[in-house]
């Protein structure tokens, strides 16, 4: 088993993966910011290093302070959470050079599902379904212009090296091809480096599911279900639960099947997640894989009764996986909501500050992934979310009461948040119904909340 793990993140993932450290007997090392000095991950763990300035290319960006502190502190892994260098193959290749435990996919794994385009061709050459499109060399706008036509509007276009809703554009005709070109090639050079893009047809108002995978390093694979990650706002997840109300299990048994298949295809270890495009014909289409733990994995956790990060722990001490597929059911339902520090009325803009009184809700059913305490400054420099709210109940109906009523419970002084903006979801027909799709927020509840 592992001794020592240095988490390479902050907030409130930081956290959970001392939480789950701790109870597995293994000693943490946290790294921050100078801006995170005070923060709750610096406080938990059993030894903190300070890695830089604020600004996250300073210091949780910042490969060679990071590697420093593992080396200097004596860890002998580091886990990376999400976000940050979680999907960075080059620090994972660092960590084997510098023979520390990179906990998650090798770094060959990365490099290849981290170029979106890349990622399409091994999908389809292994047989997993993929949205028609071009993943082929763009050597310019007309050719673009070209490809676009042949496959017929509407398109999206995306990033090779994209992720978090970055570097996307969707054109319906000619013109607005031709300015989405532009701007999400610029938008993919400045938020990622590479400047490199692919084209694929666009799926209308589809859902988005995705499949939780565990494989370990000795070719075993399962999956845990799905997760229903349709409500989004600019390609960013706001909400989501598990299981989706639109798979009937033997949808999900071959979903689930595909998504294994397209771990073995890159010879997948860790925690990982298979993400498809569902269409109202229920025909689904590879989107991506993310080579990380998930945000949303709480609600995995809460209808499996399984500890994903421990989980990712345990394979990366080279440990069997301890379940095979049939041992995974599904119990209950799960709701998360992100709750972040920002202001709906104003177009969502980030409000950072002091928080200045706190309420957390709790009661059976009811989980706070959190790093926030009264008194505690929000920094500016990162990302909004503040808090994930899940509820768990024996059905869907009774997770949505539950949400209901923690959303209710739920007050941060001193900053704006968007509870009260998650609360009017839950209120809406379509999602009591279940019946949404990635288009709902953008069409029935951002413009009246803006």
């Known amino acids: 088993m592992l001794k020592k793990v240095l988490i390479a993140?902050?907030?409130?993932?930081?956290?959970?993966?001392?939480?789950?450290?701790?109870?597995?007997?293994?000693?943490?090392?946290?790294v921050y910011s100078e801006a995170d000095k005070e923060a709750l991950h610096t406080q938990l763990a059993d030894e903190a290093v300070c890695i830089g300035p604020a600004m996250p290319k300073d210091s949780y960006l910042n490969i060679t302070n990071i590697l420093s502190a593992c080396v200097l502190t004596g860890a002998d892994a580091i886990h990376p959470g999400f976000g940050f260098l979680s999907e960075n193959p080059k620090f994972a290749k660092m960590c084997r050079q510098c023979n520390i435990k990179f906990i998650g996919p090798d770094y060959e794994t990365i490099e290849m599902m981290g170029n979106k385009a890349e990622a399409r061709k091994i999908m389809k050459i292994s047989g997993v379904p993929v949205v028609p499109g071009y993943e082929g060399e763009i050597r310019d706008e007309n050719h673009a212009l070209e490809i676009a036509k042949e496959i017929g509007y509407p398109i999206m276009i995306k990033a090779s090296a994209g992720g978090g809703g970055k570097g996307i554009r969707i054109a319906h005709n000619d013109?607005?091809?031709?300015?989405?070109?532009?701007?999400?090639?610029?938008?993919?050079?400045?938020?990622?480096?590479?400047?490199?893009?692919?084209?694929?047809?666009?799926?209308?108002?589809?859902?988005?599911?995705?499949?939780?995978?565990?494989?370990?390093?000795?070719?075993?694979?399962?999956?845990?279900?799905?997760?229903?990650c349709s409500m989004q706002r600019k390609n960013q997840k706001v909400l989501e639960e598990a299981?989706?109300?639109?798979?009937?299990?033997?949808?999900?048994?071959?979903?689930?099947?595909?998504?294994?298949?397209?771990?073995?295809?890159?010879?997948?270890?860790?925690?990982?997640?298979?993400?498809?495009?569902?269409?109202?014909?229920?025909?689904?289409?590879?989107m991506e894989m993310n080579t990380r733990i998930q945000v949303e994995h709480p609600i995995t956790e809460m209808i499996t009764g399984i500890d994903l990060v421990k989980q990712q722990l345990k394979i990366a001490a080279g440990e069997k996986l301890e379940f095979t597929q049939d041992?995974?059911?599904?119990?209950?339902?799960?709701?998360?909501?992100?709750?972040?520090?920002?202001d709906p009325e104003h177009d969502f803009r980030p409000c950072p500050g002091k928080i200045e009184e706190l309420c957390?809700?709790?009661?059976?059913?009811?989980?706070?992934?959190s790093a926030i305490y009264c008194g505690y400054k929000i920094p500016h420099c990162y990302d909004s979310m503040v808090a994930k709210l899940i509820t768990f109940g024996?059905?869907?109906?009774?997770?949505?009461?539950?949400?209901?009523?923690?959303?209710?419970?739920?007050?941060?002084?001193?900053?704006?948040?968007?509870?009260?903006?998650?609360?009017?979801?839950?209120?809406?027909?379509?999602?009591?119904?279940?019946?949404?799709?990635?288009?709902?927020?953008?069409?029935?509840?951002?413009?009246?909340?803006a």
């Open 360 to 369: 957390i809700p709790g009661g059976m059913g009811v989980r706070i992934d």
């Open 394 to 449: 024996n059905h869907r109906n009774e997770a949505i009461v539950k949400m209901n009523r923690a959303l209710i419970e739920f007050a941060v002084g001193g900053v704006k948040t968007n509870i009260d903006f998650q609360l009017s979801i839950l209120e809406t027909k379509e999602f009591l119904e279940g019946d949404y799709d990635t288009s709902f927020l953008a069409e029935k509840m951002v413009n009246k909340n």
């Open 9 to 30: 993140n902050r907030g409130e993932i930081a956290v959970r993966i001392i939480r789950a450290c701790r109870e597995m007997g293994i000693s943490t090392v946290a």
């Open 243 to 286: 299981p989706s109300n639109v798979l009937t299990p033997e949808l999900r048994e071959k979903m689930g099947e595909i998504a294994k298949k397209a771990a073995l295809a890159v010879d997948y270890k860790n925690a990982g997640t298979i993400e498809f495009l569902f269409d109202k014909d229920n025909n689904f289409y590879f």
């Open 175 to 228: 013109e607005e091809f031709l300015l989405g070109f532009k701007t999400a090639k610029a938008e993919a050079k400045a938020c990622f480096g590479d400047d490199s893009l692919y084209i694929e047809k666009f799926v209308q108002k589809p859902k988005h599911i995705e499949f939780q995978i565990l494989a370990d390093e000795h070719g075993n694979v399962i999956h845990l279900c799905e997760r229903e």
């Open 327 to 342: 041992d995974i059911k599904i119990k209950g339902h799960a709701i998360e909501c992100r709750v972040n520090a920002e």
